[in-house]
């Protein structure tokens, strides 16, 4: 079982829906999660970290279940711009190293 | 925010020869350097942390001879590819921590991809 899944997509959804993608981590002592995005033949950026309480930025609603081992990313009217690989980042101890998901492809279609 | 940089970009190299990446840091001294690899459609694979001043700590199944790591400054660690195959073609990636109290876990670069012929 790999430490981080995702379901890879592709998610094709129209401009302005809402759409949500989950993943999931195996190990339990995990400390600290996050969404990265990357765009195609790029690196990945920091789209925002996941807190026990849940957390909104913007169009972008982000929550974490402990007792299931998951956190999940929810995005509101969606723009073409979203369009991009969504992936799931756990840090598990405190060596600094993340272990990442292998990412959601996300595509809006106008 | 900080910028990590790295360099080259692109390059394509024959079967056999070693590839030099370099990857700065330019506006923080980053202690640790991670260097990642991706395959297309996989997740990035952590293939070593690298810390300045002392020997990169490699992670299970990464030829340490093959790739080798330096990191002999605060702001740069260079990754060589040595005695490249096909089979080493891919995205290296590398990230610098930036120091404590920033809200960023690590700060990467554009990557370099890598295409052996």
Request: some cysteine.
């Amino acid at each position: 079982r790999k430490e981080v899944e995702q379901d890879p997509g592709p998610f094709n959804v129209p401009e302005g829906a809402t759409v949500a993608f989950n993943c999931t981590y195996s190990n339990s002592a995990s400390q600290s999660f996050f969404w990265y995005r990357q765009d195609c033949r790029k690196e990945p950026k920091l789209l925002m970290s996941v807190y026990s309480s849940g957390n909104e930025d913007g169009r972008f609603t982000a929550q974490l279940n402990r007792a299931s081992q998951y956190i999940s990313l929810l995005i509101r009217d969606s723009k073409l711009s979203d369009s991009a690989t969504y992936l799931c980042v756990v840090k598990v101890g405190s060596n600094y190293q993340l272990i990442w998901g292998a990412g959601t492809k996300l595509i809006i279609k106008p | 925010g900080a910028v990590v940089s790295q360099h080259p970009s692109r390059v394509i190299c024959k079967s056999g020869t070693s590839v030099k990446i370099e990857c700065r840091s330019l506006d923080f001294q980053a202690t640790t350097m991670f260097w990642y690899r991706q395959f297309p459609k996989q997740s990035l694979m952590l293939m070593a942390t690298s810390n300045e001043g002392s020997k990169a700590t490699y992670e299970q199944g990464v030829e340490k001879d093959k790739f080798l790591i330096n990191h002999a400054s605060l702001t740069l660690s260079t990754l060589t590819v040595t005695s490249a195959h096909p089979e080493d073609s891919s995205f290296y990636i590398c990230s610098a921590r930036p120091p404590t109290g920033g809200k960023y876990e690590q700060y990467f670069g554009p990557g370099t991809r890598l295409t052996v012929t």
